[in-house]
């Protein structure tokens, strides 16, 4: 099993950066891939953006050319870099890891509020 820590988060005006962060404990053998989803009110939780073992990053189109994730593997955490914030971007944002053969874990979420 591994557990998941966030930090950053909170609250931006629009055009306004805010950095996420996503520390991993435990199996961190068993990672296949870690990254962000966001869930907005009324909406589906959606893929914001991950990273694989080989280091290849995948984002959502809503967030490409704005959002940048990177890893540092001796500390076990993503980094989530949200540059040009739109409200739209407003949501919780939780810490996801796949694992190699089964399965996945989540974090417990923390809010992004875009506003002016």
């Known amino acids: 099993q591994v557990q998941l820590v966030e930090s950053g988060g909170g609250a931006a005006q629009p055009g306004g950066s805010l950095r996420l962060s996503c520390s991993a404990s435990?199996?961190?053998?068993?990672?296949?891939?870690m990254g962000w989803y966001r869930q907005a009110p009324g909406n589906p939780r959606e893929l914001v953006a991950d990273?694989?073992?080989?280091?290849?990053?995948n984002y959502a189109v809503s967030v490409k050319g704005r959002f940048t994730l990177s890893r540092d593997n001796a500390k076990n955490t993503v980094y989530l870099q949200m540059n040009s914030l739109k409200p739209e971007d407003t949501a919780v944002y939780l810490c996801?890891?796949?694992?190699?053969?089964?399965?996945?874990?989540w974090g417990q979420g923390t809010q992004v509020t875009v506003s002016s």
């Open positions: 996801n890891v796949r694992y190699k053969f089964y399965g996945q874990a």
């Open positions: 435990g199996r961190i053998s068993s990672i296949s891939a």
């Open positions: 990273i694989n073992s080989a280091g290849s990053t």
